[in-house]
T-cell receptor, first 114, second 115 residues
Framework: DQQVKQNSPSLSVQEGRISILNCDYTNSMFDYFLWYKKYPAEGPTFLISISSIKDKNEDGRFTVFLNKSAKHLSLHIVPSQPGDSAVYFC?????????????FGTGTRLTIIP | GAGVSQSPRYKVAKRGQDVALRCDPI?????LFWYQQALGQGPEFLTY????????KSGLPSDRFFAERPEGSVSTLKIQRTQQEDSAVYLC?????????????FGDGTRLSIL
């Protein structure tokens, strides 16, 4: 039973354009959401997070949007750069309930075309 | 470096052997997590420590898996009588506090291959 789903295994975007990665979840107890970026043979690197009390969080080129009613979040990267090519994982936790373990999606491979 | 450090980076073992994987968290981080990542999948939770206390081991797949963090810093994940299905990347992560909404920071993992 996949509680966090990333339905697009891959995405290709032209350099300079906007990349939009999507994530859906089923567990209504999730209250903290994160995006990680992963290069081959490296561990996931934390990018940006959002608490369930917000619907948007921005950090430089990265913005995460949360739609609680739809149980959906998305990561926007603008403008996209070649170095953004990586696998992106969405993750969630029941943080405020004292359960900090992360549940991950299966990832989306983003390729930025120069 | 200041990040989470894991060793060894690669480990090859024969089926039935015992292995031990080490994690050095970021200095001062109270919380430590172990995850298992199979090829093409996202990381899956194994176990969680708050200082030296193992508060959640619900993700450990069998009693062949054992983790410890005796002094609240370095942690070891041990797998006894390894099986081929144990082949995966084992990731360690740490975070600053036990409060909510703290991102976990990951090491580069140990890639375990069981022959």
């Amino acid at each position: 039973d996949q509680q966090v789903k990333q339905n697009s295994p891959s995405l290709s975007v032209q350099e300079g354009r906007i990349s939009i990665l999507n994530c859906d979840y089923t567990n209504s107890m999730f209250d903290y959401f994160l995006w990680y970026k992963k290069y081959p043979a490296e561990g996931p690197t934390f990018l940006i997070s959002i608490s369930s009390i917000k619907d948007k969080n921005e950090d430089g080129r990265f913005t995460v949007f949360l739609n609680k009613s739809a149980k959906h979040l998305s990561l926007h990267i603008v403008p996209s750069q070649p170095g953004d090519s990586a696998v992106y994982f969405c993750a969630a936790s029941e943080s405020n309930f004292g359960n900090e373990k992360l549940t991950f999606g299966t990832g989306t491979r983003l390729t930025i075309i120069p | 470096g200041a990040g989470v450090s894991q060793s060894p980076r690669y480990k090859v073992a024969k089926r039935g052997q015992d292995v031990a994987l080490r994690c050095d968290p970021i200095s001062g981080h109270v919380s430590l997590f172990w995850y298992q990542q199979a090829l093409g999948q996202g990381p899956e939770f194994l176990t969680y420590f708050q200082n030296e206390a193992q508060l959640d081991k619900s993700g450990l797949p069998s009693d062949r898996f054992f983790a410890e963090r005796p002094e609240g810093s370095v942690s070891t994940l041990k797998i006894q009588r390894t099986q081929q299905e144990d082949s995966a990347v084992y990731l360690c992560a740490s975070s600053t506090s036990t409060g909510g909404n703290q991102p976990q920071h990951f090491g580069d993992g140990t890639r375990l291959s069981i022959l």
